[in-house]
């Protein structure tokens, strides 16, 4: 059964960092592109990272650009989230998905499956 499941998610203060997991099962995530979310209370869902299958090529929000990095591991068939310097206005729901096309376009209707989310806090 296809199946994206999102770990690490927790509570950090300003400045700190948290690793998320993407867990595939039922799928190799070598063969798409897969997308990571957040989303805000109050607030519509924004793409924050993505890597393709093709070359490993991969997107940022500029929002994030510089401080979160995204990369896959292929034996464990899991998609990471580095998240450095964590801000405030970071902390959502954070969701991974997988892309039908093997597109980085953060256009949600592009991704098939997703998984339940993982919440981030990031407080003082």
């Known amino acids: 059964q296809l199946q994206l499941v999102e770990s690490g998610g927790g509570l950090v203060q300003p400045g700190g960092s948290l690793r998320l997991s993407c867990s595939a099962s039922?799928?190799?995530?070598?063969?798409?592109?897969i997308g990571w979310f957040r989303q805000a209370p109050g607030k519509e869902r924004e793409g924050v990272s993505c890597?393709?299958?093709?070359?490993?090529?991969?997107n940022y929000a500029s929002s994030v650009k510089g401080r979160f990095t995204i990369s896959r591991d292929s034996a464990k068939n899991t998609v990471y989230l580095q998240m450095d310097s964590l801000k405030p206005e970071d902390t959502a729901v954070y969701f991974c998905?997988?892309?039908?096309?093997?597109?980085?376009?953060?256009?949600?209707?592009?991704?098939?499956?997703w998984g339940q989310g993982t919440q981030v806090t990031v407080s003082s």
């Open positions: 039922g799928f190799s995530l070598d063969y798409y592109a």
């Open positions: 890597i393709r299958r093709t070359g490993g090529t991969t």
């Open positions: 998905a997988r892309q039908k096309y093997d597109s980085c376009s953060f256009y949600a209707p592009g991704y098939d499956s």
